[in-house]
């Protein structure tokens, strides 16, 4: 059925130039209907703290958030305004929650989900770490989009980072809805490649399955030689001039990943170009 929703996180007016030369192209392509998704930040007093917040401290906070939220919406109104497709800009309060929870509620209706990565510098606090709350809970797709990318428009040419986990199926069915018909695709698989090719039988699988949607697809076994699966995966992308890399997330326990670390957390802070993530 293709993509019919996509909701991209519009969180600074910084990033939101970036994030919607990524978003129009693709809403125009499936005709789909594109959210600006902003969220407010709330002014929060915790019961157990005696301080006093003057008025004046009030009004401030506010007329800021109102300026930043006019900021942004012009900049979707702009991208959007001359297109066939709905757009909507949605400004949603926190309220007393975080905003990467609300991004989470309001993604679950979504097909597709585009986030730009963390800015350190610009986004607010109650912003930061919104791409992996988002990716691990709320069980749709997520795009995310290094800062101030300017790379080809989505869908011709495709890296599949695979390997035999219930998170890489999602991601390869998940590319589907990106891929136009005859791109390029090149599953990737990084480690040893088996001595009889015939055993990779998942791999060949996958690949089977993609050339019956009409793609060109390829397998490639890559090993690692020192380096993390992250940097063989954009070391690999750069080289074949990939437009994204599609892999699973968040496979280990939350635990494991925070002892360890992960693929997941390498490319969220290494990325340099669109990755979607599927858990």
Request: hydrophobic share 45%.
């Amino acid at each position: 059925m293709g993509l019919k929703t996509i909701m991209v996180c519009l969180t600074t007016p910084e990033n939101t130039e970036t994030l919607l030369k990524v978003a129009v192209p693709l809403a125009r392509k499936h005709n789909a209907h594109l959210i600006g998704l902003h969220t407010v930040e709330a002014l929060l007093v915790y019961p157990g703290i005696a301080m006093h917040i003057p008025e004046p401290a009030f009004t401030t906070f506010n007329e800021s958030q109102k300026r930043e939220s006019e900021a942004i919406k012009a900049i979707f109104v702009k991208h959007t305004t001359n297109e066939d497709f709905v757009s909507e800009f949605r400004l949603v309060r926190a309220e007393a929650v975080s905003a990467s929870e609300r991004m989470v509620e309001c993604a679950r209706a979504a097909d597709l989900v585009i986030m730009a990565h963390e800015d350190k510098e610009n986004d607010r606090y109650d912003q930061r770490n919104a791409q992996i709350q988002v990716i691990r809970e709320s069980g749709r797709p997520v795009i995310v989009v290094p800062l101030e990318y300017d790379g080809p428009e989505i869908g011709s040419n495709l890296l599949l980072g695979w390997s035999d986990t219930r998170e890489a199926a999602r991601a390869a069915h998940d590319m589907l809805g990106l891929a136009e018909v005859g791109a390029n695709l090149t599953v990737l698989r990084v480690g040893k490649a088996p001595q009889d090719a015939l055993k990779d039988g998942d791999a060949i699988d996958v690949v089977e399955m993609f050339a019956r949607h009409g793609l060109k697809t390829t397998l490639e076994h890559r090993e690692p030689s020192g380096h993390s699966i992250a940097e063989v995966l954009n070391k690999a992308a750069f080289e074949m001039g990939a437009d994204i890399i599609a892999t699973g997330a968040f496979g280990h326990s939350r635990a494991y990943d925070f002892v360890i670390g992960a693929t997941t957390h390498a490319l969220l802070r290494d990325q340099q170009l669109p990755v979607l993530f599927s858990k």
